[in-house]
């Protein structure tokens, strides 16, 4: 029933108007797995390193704002370099359509004759979309180009990113904060943390695996064995420090 309801002439028409630019799926998964990934491994590298819960929030909190504000201006950056190149190369094709229109005219045909059209058919497509200057840059930035019609918000993806950083990146500092600030210290807080952060890597990654057509258990398993990675290179780092900073 939900398939046959998505196939329906005002279903169709609502999803292709959505234009794939405006997705910011991506910008949340990229801050939420970072958050999470990095929190962590610093809160391993802290305790491996013997510091007290205290210290660990500590650090985490300034991760927390650093590294999320760092993560949240390179995707602005980022986002916004997509965007002027994309632009830039829609001002090209209007002025090339206008200088060489015989030619921009062979590039649409050359674009739906590698479709498969060909003959009366493939001169038809190739008047209508021609016709129209609108459409035909549309096409043209499209079939060309592979670029969406609507660029991404910067801003919009840099307020993702550092909102799921924040979210996702809180998780594993939860057990120290309770242990801070509560009267009763939260036994073990490290395993604990460990714990929660290890199920938030695994729905992040599970979640990331729905939405690439990913196997759910592989992206949650496959995002799990980074993290994971990640955190015990950290805490070994943090042993090896205490080491020295005995020996010293």
């Known amino acids: 029933m939900g398939q046959r309801a998505s196939h329906t002439p005002e279903a169709i028409r609502e999803r292709l108007d959505v234009d794939a630019g405006q997705d910011y799926l991506r910008d949340v998964i990229y801050g939420a797995v970072d958050g999470a990934v990095t929190t962590f491994a610093i809160a391993a590298g802290a305790i491996g390193a013997g510091l007290s819960s205290s210290v660990v929030l500590v650090l985490g909190v300034a991760n927390l704002l650093a590294d999320g504000l760092s993560m949240a201006a ?24 206008d200088a060489y229109p015989d030619g921009e005219r062979e590039v649409i045909r050359q674009i739906y004759a590698r479709k498969g059209f060909g003959g009366e058919g493939l001169e038809h497509v190739v008047e209508v979309i021609t016709a129209d200057r609108e459409r035909w840059l549309h096409t ?4 060309e180009h592979d670029l969406p019609l609507v660029g991404r918000s910067a801003w919009r993806a840099a307020f993702a990113t550092f909102l799921a950083f924040l979210a996702l990146g809180t998780i594993p500092l939860l057990p120290f904060i309770g242990d801070v600030v509560s009267e009763s210290r939260v036994p073990a807080p490290f395993a604990l943390s460990a714990t929660l952060t290890g199920s938030a890597f695994f729905v992040v990654g599970a979640a990331k695996g729905r939405i690439v057509a990913q196997p759910w258990l592989r992206g949650g398993l496959e995002t799990l064995a980074i ?6 290179v950290a805490f070994a780092v943090g042993i090896a420090l205490q080491g020295l900073i005995d020996g010293a």
């Open 74 to 97: 390179s995707n602005y950056l980022g986002t916004s370099a997509d965007e002027e190149r994309r632009l830039r190369i829609l001002r090209d094709e209007e002025a090339q359509l």
């Open 140 to 143: 043209m930035l499209r079939e």
């Open 227 to 232: 993290g994971g990675a990640a955190a015990s």
